[in-house]
């Protein structure tokens, strides 16, 4: 294989942001668009060098220039997409989350078993330099994470996307935004959810989910998490983390990190890229080229939906 053969399935805020990354790695080539409608997108596809462009999976999938997917389409059809590709022998990146009913999410999960093919959730927080930095700090034991302290907050009371563009699926604090810091807290502790519990505001009369939310973990460590999520904010939007460690503490929104007495902790030089999303794709197109299970596989975020599984069905008990 000279150069791996990318189709993004979607593309819509976060399918842009993976054009832009697998454009900046150097074994890889986009080779694909699989949008509902290809007029949308073929005056992108002639500025951009894509020789291809589909309105339909299954046509995509039958092509010989396509080796990997990487889904960035509505979370409701995530699953039924990530099997067919898998089916036709293509490795797959699923966008966070991968699903929005743990039954689609076990399912990825069993065809990805049966078929052995590289399979790998979006969660990018794993990726994302600060995050490395922590991951590292605790692998070579001079971090022990004692507390998560999380923020994420943005201003969506109608059904736009991450471009104020209008969306034609509903958004989910809990399955999306929760699955970020559940996995993260799962990750960073290097231990099992053993406690999870939510509560929730009102439900929106315009989208019909909750716009605010609570959820509290403990990790087998012994360490807690505090999430606090919101579509309400009139504010800062992104998401805010507080790690509070028995070596230190550090604060970070986005890329950017401090430490608890707000002096900056400089990453510069640390990895290849200061995108997360860069360094997510990367981790997925590297791990084809050496067979190998990647970081944030589909088996090893599972543990965050199945715990998010756990948590609805608190909250309908509540309602």
């Not at 462009?53 to 997917?69: E, F, G, N, T």
């Not at 909750?210 to 807690?224: C, W």
Request: proline fraction near 3%; charge should be negative.
């Amino acid at each position: 294989m000279d150069k791996i053969k990318v189709a993004l399935v979607g593309l819509g805020a976060f399918g842009l942001k993976h054009l832009d990354a697998v454009e900046n790695i150097e074994y890889a080539d986009v080779t694909a668009f699989v949008v509902r409608n290809a007029d949308t997108v073929k005056d992108l596809a002639a500025e951009r060098g894509v020789p291809a462009v589909y309105d339909d999976l299954d046509a995509a999938l039958a092509s010989k220039d396509i080796d990997a997917c990487i889904i960035s389409s509505p979370t409701g059809i995530h699953a039924a997409q990530a099997i067919a590709c898998m089916r036709a022998g293509k490795h797959v990146e699923v966008e966070i989350p991968i699903c929005d009913v743990l039954s689609d999410g076990e399912a990825i999960a069993a065809v990805q078993k049966e078929t052995g093919l590289i399979a790998m959730g979006g969660h990018t927080r794993r990726f994302n330099p600060p995050h490395q930095f922590i991951h590292s700090q605790v692998t070579k034991g001079d971090l022990s994470v004692l507390q998560m302290d999380v923020q994420t907050y943005f201003f969506r009371r109608t059904n736009i996307n991450a471009m104020g563009q209008p969306r034609s699926w509903t958004d989910s604090l809990l399955w999306h935004h929760s699955a970020h810091t559940i996995d993260l807290f799962a990750y960073q502790t290097m231990g099992e959810i053993v406690q999870a519990s939510a509560i929730q505001g009102p439900i929106s009369e315009t989208l019909g989910i909750p716009l605010d939310m609570s959820i509290q973990l403990r990790s087998s460590s012994g360490a807690i998490c505090t999430l606090s999520l919101s579509f309400n904010n009139d504010g800062p939007i992104g998401t805010h983390f507080r790690y509070i460690g028995d070596n230190g503490t550090y604060v970070m929104h986005y890329d950017d990190m401090v430490d608890g007495h707000d002096n900056k902790v400089d990453l510069t030089g640390m990895y290849v890229s200061n995108n997360g999303i860069e360094l997510q794709d990367r981790e997925f197109l590297s791990a084809i080229l050496e067979n190998r299970e990647p970081n944030a596989s589909i088996q090893q975020v599972m543990p965050c939906y199945r715990t998010i599984d756990q948590l609805q069905k608190q909250l309908a008990q509540q309602n």
